[in-house]
């Protein structure tokens, strides 16, 4: 499994952006799926993740409301459409794959596989 991620940027405070983070070697469908961020000097936290029956989504206190995730099966990619922008949005945003499990976790360790990560800055 390889997992390609961009569409970050910069962008002022309450605008928006999307990411994408492109599947390979696996079908989307069969994957639990994060987004995590990491901002300088800070640990890698986790944001968004979606189930992989695509039922479910699950949102870090700090983003609900303004952060949606999703996919689309077609082209097996994961979206995280970030609304609403501020400042501590800042970090590199990492999309990640948990490719043996069953249950969804917010547990970073229990992630797999890695995209290599895309830059967020948001201006104020």
């Known amino acids: 499994v390889q997992l390609q991620a961009s569409g970050g940027g910069l962008t002022q405070a309450g605008g928006s952006l999307r990411l994408s983070c492109a599947v390979s070697?696996?079908?989307?469908?069969?994957?639990?799926m994060g987004w995590f961020r990491q901002a300088p000097g800070k640990q890698r936290d986790f944001v968004a993740g979606i189930s992989w029956s695509g039922g479910t989504t699950y949102y870090a206190d700090s983003v609900k409301g303004r952060f949606t995730v999703s996919r689309d099966n077609t082209k097996n990619t994961v979206y995280l459409q970030m609304n609403s922008l501020k400042p501590e949005d800042t970090a590199v945003y990492y999309c990640?794959?948990?490719?043996?499990?069953?249950?969804?976790?917010?547990?970073?360790?229990?992630?797999?596989?890695w995209g290599q990560g895309t830059l967020v800055t948001v201006s104020s």
């Open positions: 070697g696996r079908t989307v469908s069969s994957l639990i």
């Open positions: 990640a794959a948990e490719t043996d499990g069953l249950l969804f976790t917010r547990n970073i360790a229990k992630y797999d596989v």
